[in-house]
């Protein structure tokens, strides 16, 4: 199937689509490039702001993970160890990808986007199951916030 083409882009964000048709137009070999840049761009927690996370337990790394909603916004805050790449590479395609989104944009998101991504090709299903549940946490806590929980 062509990634252009795939149902769950028009479920996602265009930040996010942008992502994920990068990926997919690149070979294996510039995936990995990728997420290790992805993993440079998550975003560092505001100093002097302290932040509820919450441990995604289904990664296997410590990660960690809070979302809120200001002005409408969804504004999206990580935790993970530095030698663990893959996980940060995750948090900032999740930052870039949904960060500054509504509610609604950030609930729609299809849990399995990366696949027209061909992350298998390059990350193991355990992990991206993982990712699966960062975005499930990140989904729960918007509705908490939301008052929709």
């Given at each position: 199937?062509?990634?252009?083409?795939?149902?769950r882009?028009?479920?996602?964000?265009?930040?996010?689509?942008?992502?994920?048709?990068?990926?997919?137009q690149?070979p294996?070999?510039?995936?990995?490039e990728?997420?290790l840049?992805?993993?440079k761009?998550?975003?560092?927690?505001?100093?002097?702001?302290?932040?509820?996370l919450?441990?995604?337990?289904?990664?296997?790394?410590?990660?960690?993970v809070?979302?809120e909603v200001?002005?409408?916004?969804?504004?999206?805050?990580?935790?993970a160890?530095?030698?663990?790449?893959?996980?940060?590479?995750?948090?900032?395609?999740?930052?870039?990808?949904l960060?500054?989104?509504t509610p609604?944009?950030?609930?729609d998101?299809?849990?399995d986007?990366?696949v027209?991504m061909g992350?298998s090709?390059?990350v193991?299903?355990l992990?991206?199951r993982g990712?699966?549940?960062?975005?499930?946490?990140?989904?729960?806590?918007v509705?908490e916030?939301t008052?929709?929980?």
């Amino acid at each position: 199937m062509d990634v252009r083409t795939d149902p769950r882009l028009e479920r996602c964000t265009p930040k996010l689509r942008e992502i994920i048709q990068m990926f997919a137009q690149s070979p294996k070999m510039l995936k990995t490039e990728l997420l290790l840049d992805f993993a440079k761009r998550m975003p560092r927690l505001p100093e002097g702001v302290e932040v509820p996370l919450e441990r995604v337990h289904e990664c296997q790394t410590p990660f960690f993970v809070h979302a809120e909603v200001r002005d409408g916004r969804v504004a999206l805050y990580f935790d993970a160890p530095k030698e663990a790449p893959t996980v940060r590479a995750f948090a900032g395609m999740l930052a870039e990808g949904l960060g500054g989104a509504t509610p609604e944009e950030v609930l729609d998101t299809p849990e399995d986007f990366y696949v027209p991504m061909g992350l298998s090709e390059v990350v193991s299903p355990l992990r991206l199951r993982g990712l699966e549940a960062v975005l499930r946490r990140i989904k729960r806590q918007v509705l908490e916030r939301t008052g929709r929980a």
